[in-house]
């Protein structure tokens, strides 16, 4: 807080006061609009701010480990990268409230789950990461402790049409150190909702260290002819193949569409859960 200087700070407890809050401000912000359907909005991006970028998404590393995440991980030296996205994010909440979210990655009160702590200066960020989690205020509680993601995002100075305006110093920098993301002057959720693939990246580090795995998988249901059972498996699927609108159907059964845990229980079965 003291470094992106935001003007308020409200701590999301998950009541439903605060959920309606959220929502609103983010109308009052003019990050989103009414729609005809009841209940509904629409949030407009950027023009240059319609994609995830990949350029400027990193592996913060020290500099003595970048050989091992080889040539397609785009890495960056841990030292210099903190110290460039400290200073753009430095009063990049300027006048704005940030947003204190807690959440769980998979259910509540499990084994499986890991806990994530979101700051974000954007209601719409706020608002689409409540639709797709499970909230997780009250599970911070009982665990205690540190072991839990920290995603700190500001869609920085706006534009009147309330879109990032220094999109070219548009950074998403992945600390797996501190496992942490600093995401600065963007919008778009590819970028600025840290427990989609930003948490990922952080989740296949922890996973790997915990021997555990983190997938991108689907996890679906299928019976036989005779309806005697039913068995749940995982698949990898490809990007804009249908996943998501597939699960939206009434009647399919496809319990998570995206990213899957997979580890032991206590009787050594692999089992997986949907931590959307």
């Known amino acids: 807080l003291t470094l992106c200087k935001p003007a308020k700070a409200r701590v999301i407890d998950d009541s439903p006061e605060d959920i ?5 401000l983010a109308i009052d912000n003019g990050e989103e609009m009414k729609v005809a359907v009841k209940g509904h909005t629409v949030h407009y991006d950027g023009f240059y701010d319609q ?25 960056a030296d841990r030292d210099e990268g903190i110290k460039e996205v ?3 994010m430095d009063g990049a909440m300027e006048g704005k409230t940030v947003l204190i979210r807690f959440f769980s990655l998979g259910p509540t009160k499990s084994k499986f789950s890991l806990l994530a702590l979101q700051l974000t200066d954007s209601a719409y960020v706020a608002h689409s ?3 797709l989690y499970r909230m997780g205020y009250e599970e911070f509680k009982r665990r205690k402790g540190d072991d839990f993601f920290y995603l700190i995002h500001s869609a920085g100075e706006l534009t009147d049409k309330n879109v990032t305006k220094n999109v070219e110093k548009r950074r998403i920098y992945i600390d797996l150190v501190e496992n942490r993301v600093l995401s600065v002057n963007n919008q778009y959720a590819g970028n600025s909702l840290g427990l989609k693939k930003l948490a990922l990246r952080l989740a296949i580090n922890k996973a790997v260290n915990e021997d555990w795995l983190t997938e991108h998988m689907f996890i679906s249901a299928v019976w036989p002819l005779d309806k005697s059972r039913k068995t749940y498996f995982l698949g990898a699927f490809p990007s804009a193949c249908g996943k998501t609108s597939t699960a939206m159907i009434p009647g399919f059964t496809i319990v998570g569409d995206d990213i899957a845990y997979l580890k032991l229980n206590v009787a050594g079965e692999v089992k997986a859960v949907n931590i959307e």
């Open 20 to 24: 309606a809050y959220i929502r609103q």
């Open 129 to 131: 990461e409540d639709i």
């Open 51 to 75: 994609a995830r970028d990949k350029k400027n998404t990193r592996l913060l590393v020290p500099a003595d480990e970048k050989e091992k995440y080889g040539q397609h991980i785009n890495t």
């Open 86 to 88: 400290l200073e753009i």
